[in-house]
């Protein structure tokens, strides 16, 4: 099974980018890399999902570099409403194998 | 589209009591799963579908079944509750290599 590690919490302050990373190191050929985000009391919300190198949507960026070990979520210029617990994923889609972490709890300060 | 629907919201239960937590979804996804996602933690895979007929079993099955008759409909059932099967569950559905939409979720206590 793909086994991710993440920070378990941040700090940041508005207006700053917040780069978050998650270790796979067992990660296999045919597995993506998926983020999700989720706010108190509510389920979660993909952010966006790649296989190598970088993808780049209208909320974030994500980085992976050549051996695919690691990945590094990027939000640009945070605000209070990116306060949330962000999930990395790694797996092929819907398969047995996909497992959510127990995620890295972002706190943006004023 | 009204997504993904879940209903109770919130549900109460005794020991030893059965109920379906039902789940549906208008976008015509193939992909639908049934998480449970305990205080402070991440989500765990309970069962899921990859269409209509299809049903596996995820990281924690014990204690709930599925049935998949329709491609719109998943419900979860919980034979015999028990308090750790207190949680709150979350229904998603995706199509085949996509992002998964997530319900609103069913807060249950079981006393």
């Known amino acids: 099974l793909a086994k991710t590690t993440q920070p378990i919490s941040m700090d940041s302050y508005e207006g700053q980018e917040v780069n978050i990373t998650c270790s796979h190191n067992?990660?296999?050929?045919?597995?993506?890399i998926t983020w999700y985000q989720q706010f108190p009391s509510q389920g979660p919300r993909f952010i966006i999902q790649?296989?190598?190198t970088k993808v780049t949507n209208e909320v974030a960026s994500l980085f992976i570099p050549a051996d695919r070990k690691s990945s590094t979520l990027s939000l640009p210029r945070v605000s209070l409403s990116d306060t949330a617990v962000y999930y990395c994923?790694?797996?092929?889609?819907?398969?047995?194998?996909?497992?959510f972490g127990a995620g890295t709890r972002l706190t943006v300060k004023p | 589209n009204a997504g993904v629907t879940q209903t109770p919201k919130f549900q109460v239960l005794k020991t030893g009591q059965s109920m379906t937590l039902q789940c549906a979804q208008d976008?015509?996804?193939?992909?639908m799963s049934w998480y449970r996602q305990d205080p402070g933690m991440g989500l765990r895979l309970i069962h899921y579908?990859?269409?209509?007929?299809?049903?596996d079993q995820g990281e924690v099955p014990n204690g709930y079944n599925v049935s998949r008759s329709t491609t719109e409909d998943f419900p979860l059932r919980l034979l015999s509750a028990a308090p750790s099967q207190t949680s709150v569950y979350f229904c998603?559905?995706?199509?085949?290599?996509?992002?998964?939409?997530f319900g609103p979720g069913t807060r249950l206590t079981v006393l």
């Open positions: 067992n990660i296999a050929t045919n597995d993506y």
């Open positions: 998603a559905s995706s199509r085949q290599g996509h992002e998964q939409f």
């Open positions: 994923l790694v797996g092929v889609y819907n398969n047995n194998d996909m497992r």
């Open positions: 976008m015509n996804h193939e992909y």
């Open positions: 579908s990859v269409g209509a007929g299809i049903t």
């Open positions: 790649g296989y190598k």
